[in-house]
């Protein structure tokens, strides 16, 4: 991939402010992130990994300009950057030191 094409991924570090599990569903978590210009809404499946109240106040890496989707009817803005092993352990991606909410990530 061209370098050119990474460069338009907007992502950026968001802090969770709101975070509870979508009735209905087993494994989704709505998410409100502050960028600081701007609140969005997440869905991510992450509740076999993460209660959602250990998320809030907590800062992840973001990216902002996928398509938006709807999952269970709620509308996901964007997405939490996570990786997972071989093992399926899922870990969401978080800054090593703290900056403020809308940094860039380059």
């Known amino acids: 991939m061209p370098f050119e094409e990474f460069q338009k991924l907007d992502m950026r570090i968001g802090k969770v402010i709101e975070a509870n599990q979508i009735p209905g569903s087993r ?4 998410m409100v992130v502050d960028f600081g210009a701007e609140k969005r809404q997440a869905v991510a499946g992450l509740l076999q990994w993460y209660k959602p109240e250990t998320l809030v106040g907590k800062k992840y ?3 902002l300009n996928l ?3 709807k999952l ?13 092993d071989d093992k399926g352990n899922v870990v969401c991606l978080q800054p090593e030191k703290d900056i403020a909410e809308g940094s860039k990530i380059h």
């Open 27 to 30: 494994n989704l978590i709505r």
């Open 67 to 69: 398509q938006r989707r």
């Open 72 to 84: 269970m009817g709620v509308e996901s803005q964007c997405m939490i950057l996570a990786a997972e």
């Open 61 to 63: 890496a973001f990216v």
